[in-house]
């Protein structure tokens, strides 16, 4: 695939957000499962495979992050540039699980020279990327050792061209921040993990939830997936700050997006969600469970820019079709036996 071909607008290194990523901005949804974000536990990743792989299927899925164990990330990256070749810097950072984080959660990940800051290079080692050519983190990051839990990543890269500091940015508002994701082709983000398939009962715990606005703010939950057997979820939180718990919500296969009731959570708050999810039958090896979190609004801001808001039907409590800002996601899969 030659640069031309890829080359939506954006003409440097691109991390993606999803497979369908071409640099366009704003990304299309989903922004929380950059396949360019690559675990892969103990193993080497060797250029064959990363350039094979562009297109799918998603390596991450091959290699869960394990407490515990050597855990190798790489982060591949493809130059769009049309006319000349450019180099670039890679960094990663971590946090843990969410539906929506606090920036000002997010640590650094080193790599396995310890540094915090890594180049890209192509096949042969150079630091020179040729238009259209993929590279590839020169070094693997490695897992820090953290408790157990679930963990997000987020990478950036810092080009000649869109220079990005080492610091991640604060945001004033939830819809700063998303926009920050989708109009940035040089950040990726992974919302991810591997679960074990064919249990009825899954508790997914500990998950992040922030907000970021100054006032108090709606927060309306979505459960979906793929391949999934009937069966309920329940949301709650047992944050001493601000506890809650949800009213049950009905999953019917296959796994059509329904929601929960709103809350509204105060302003500032930063806290955990616990989402039990209960099936009528053994999870499949193919599924996936994907958790969301939505603002509902009233009307669009100037902060609020084209994209971010979309319609959403059957939450309960509209009596029509609302608008909803998609603020975060968070994909548990059971990857099929053959990976």
Request: charged content about 20%; hydrophobic content about 35%; proline content about 11%.
């Amino acid at each position: 695939m030659n640069a031309e071909a890829v080359n939506a607008g954006w003409e440097d290194i691109l991390v993606r957000d999803n497979f369908q990523d071409r640099g366009q901005t704003p990304t299309s949804q989903p922004i929380w499962r950059s396949p360019d974000i690559i675990p892969f536990g103990s193993d080497i990743l060797d250029f064959d495979l990363l350039e094979s792989s562009y297109d799918g299927p998603d390596l991450g899925l091959r290699h869960p992050v394990v407490q515990g164990e050597l855990n190798r990330i790489y982060v591949r990256g493809r130059n769009l540039k049309s006319g000349c070749p450019t180099s670039g810097d890679v960094r990663l950072y971590y946090a843990r699980g969410g539906l929506f984080l606090d920036p000002r959660e997010w640590h650094r990940i080193t790599a396995s020279g310890g540094a915090t800051t890594v180049p890209f290079t192509v096949r042969g080692g150079g630091r020179e990327i040729p238009p259209g050519q993929i590279c590839v983190s020169r070094y693997a990051f490695v897992w820090p050792e953290t408790p157990p839990g679930h963990y997000c990543m987020i990478t950036t890269v810092d080009t000649p061209a869109h220079p990005m500091p080492p610091q991640l940015p604060t945001f004033n508002s939830n819809a700063d921040y998303v926009n920050w994701v989708r109009y940035n082709p040089n950040v990726g983000w992974r919302n991810i993990d591997v679960i074990p398939c064919e249990r009825k009962t899954y508790l997914l715990d500990d998950l992040a939830l922030c907000n970021l606005d100054k006032t108090w703010t709606k927060y309306t939950f979505g459960i979906s997936g793929t391949n999934l057997p009937a069966g309920v979820a329940i949301v709650s939180s047992t944050d001493q700050q601000f506890p809650f718990s949800l009213p049950p919500v009905q999953i019917y296969p296959p796994g059509d997006e329904v929601y929960t009731r709103s809350l509204q959570l105060p302003p500032g708050y930063c806290g955990t969600v616990t989402v039990v999810v209960q099936f009528d039958q053994p999870l499949p090896c193919d599924a996936e469970i994907v958790l969301r979190a939505y603002n509902p609004v009233d009307s669009l801001t100037g902060a609020l820019k084209e994209g971010v808001a979309v319609p959403l039907t059957g939450v309960p409590g509209t009596t029509e079709v609302g608008r909803f800002i998609l603020l975060g996601e968070y994909t548990f899969a059971t990857p099929p036996s053959d990976q």
